[in-house]
C-alpha cells in the first residue's frame, strides 16, 4: 500500500544534499538544484529515496511542484 511523506524543500542551500527530520516529525530537505525546471523536485525525490532505502522509480511526486512544501507518494 503506498503512503505519502509531506517535505519541505529548501533549494539552492549549501547544507545539501540533506534531510533533516523535526522533533514533530517534519521533514525538511536541503538540495544544491535551483528551483528552476523541475530540477530542485528531482534532486528531492532522488535523495529521499536514498534516506527512506527505495529505489528511485518508487517515489513520485503528487503535490506541490511549485511550492517549497511538496507530497511524494512511496509505493512499496
Do not use: C, W, Y
Not at 545539501?16 to 530542485?40: I, K, N, Q
Not at 534532486?43 to 536514498?50: F, Q, R, Y
Amino acid at each position: 500500500m503506498p503512503r505519502q511523506i509531506v517535505v519541505t524543500v529548501k533549494p539552492s542551500s549549501r547544507k545539501g544534499p540533506l534531510v533533516e527530520t523535526g522533533p514533530d516529525g517534519s521533514v525538511t530537505v536541503f538540495v544544491r538544484e535551483p528551483a528552476a525546471e523541475g530540477r530542485a523536485n528531482k534532486a528531492v525525490a532522488e535523495i529521499l529515496a536514498d534516506h527512506l532505502g527505495v529505489p528511485k522509480r518508487k517515489i513520485a511526486l503528487v503535490g506541490g511542484a511549485t511550492a517549497r512544501t511538496k507530497r511524494f507518494r512511496i509505493d512499496n
